[in-house]
């Protein structure tokens, strides 16, 4: 059994920023900067294991290598599949990989995603990550990283942005046949507007089968691995402090530092461009529903976020005229219009 203390989250999830936060406050740091990128994560901080990729996590806990932190991925404890999960088996395996934990190690905190802060991870995943942050820009070098992945999803994870997106639709089984209904052989001969369309689909139906555990899921989870510290990602941004001093309790650590935690919250806080996003498109699809006035050209929608809304419209029984739209409406007066209610 290690003493290591481990770090379980999903790619997007700040491990790298919590995992400073414990170092910082342990003060076993000599700078008071907070590493964060232009992209707002913290993959600066060089001070970290990560691991990330099968086998990485087995070869470490069957080593005698035992560092203060680990950081870890749900993908690294086992070979990488092309099948895609339903949220049953997805729950399953992710019992498994707690259960692994907590034979092997005496403490491990697991950030968890909920339906509150879905749409926030998803676009931390597609536009926050970059492979170059940890092999840098050598392609044949990011290609051997990942080698123990299926060949279709290498692009995926050397991939970055839309592109990255672009491989996940791809990915999923069955998917060209649906290309071939729109006329298209690949998913890059899609218009903007076509792909957003695909999107609001067949990815939409993916970010909630994975990417966010249901509030009995949750609480199932805690009673069963009682041991294990479980943190909803929302608390970063609902209750900042409270949530990394109980990331410091829970690994029995000082709390160094600790007048420095507004200034590091506000630090983190304005270089997270995504984090209201759950709650923005809610409150967009409620004004387009409801027919009231709202602008939001600097709310910096991405994407995903175009789709999303899509969905949840369609959802609500209203659709897009959506032929031709490439440049997404960003107000009501100009979106409603475009509205059909069926």
Not at 58 to 71: A, L, M, P, V
Not at 188 to 201: D, I, K, P
Not at 258 to 270: A, D, F, G, M, Q
Request: proline residues 3%.
């Amino acid at each position: 059994m290690k003493d290591t203390n481990v770090i379980l989250y999903s790619p997007g999830a700040y491990g790298h920023f919590i995992n400073w936060c414990c170092e910082y406050f342990s003060n076993n740091l000599d700078t008071d900067d907070v590493p964060l990128n232009d992209l707002g994560n913290c993959h600066n901080f060089k001070k970290t294991v990560l691991l990330t990729v099968y086998p990485q996590l087995k070869n470490y806990t069957e080593s005698t290598q035992e560092d203060n932190f680990i950081q870890t991925h749900d993908c690294s404890f086992s070979p990488p599949t092309s099948v895609s999960l339903t949220y049953d088996e997805y729950i399953n395996d992710f019992e498994k990989n707690l259960n692994y934990l907590i034979n092997n190690y005496q403490k491990t905190i697991c950030l968890l995603t909920t339906k509150s802060s879905k749409i926030w991870m998803v676009n931390n995943q597609i536009y926050k990550i970059k492979v170059e942050d940890w092999v840098g820009t050598d392609t044949q070098a990011a290609i051997n990283f990942f080698r123990s992945f299926p060949e279709e999803q290498i692009n995926e994870q050397i991939s970055y942005g839309i592109d990255r997106l672009k491989c996940q639709i791809n990915n999923e089984p069955g998917m060209s046949t649906n290309f071939s209904q729109w006329g298209h052989d690949s998913i890059n001969e899609f218009e903007t507007w076509e792909l957003r369309e695909l999107a609001s689909q067949y990815y939409y139906d993916k970010i909630s089968a994975t990417h966010a555990l249901h509030e009995d899921s949750v609480e199932l989870l805690k009673n069963k691995f009682p041991t294990i510290h479980f943190i909803e990602v929302d608390g970063l941004r609902d209750n900042f402090v409270g949530t990394i001093k109980s990331i410091l309790e829970y690994f029995e650590l000082p709390l160094n530092n600790w007048n420095k935690i507004s200034s590091i919250y506000e630090t983190w806080l304005s270089k997270q461009i995504h984090i209201n996003k759950d709650k923005q498109i809610s409150e967009i699809v409620d004004v387009l529903t409801t027919q009231q006035e709202l602008d939001w050209s600097d709310w910096n929608l991405t994407f995903i976020d175009e789709a999303v809304i899509q969905r949840k419209l369609s959802d609500n029984n209203i659709s897009i005229k959506c032929w031709k739209l490439n440049n997404f409406p960003t107000n009501t007066k100009d979106f409603l219009p475009l509205l059909e209610r069926q």
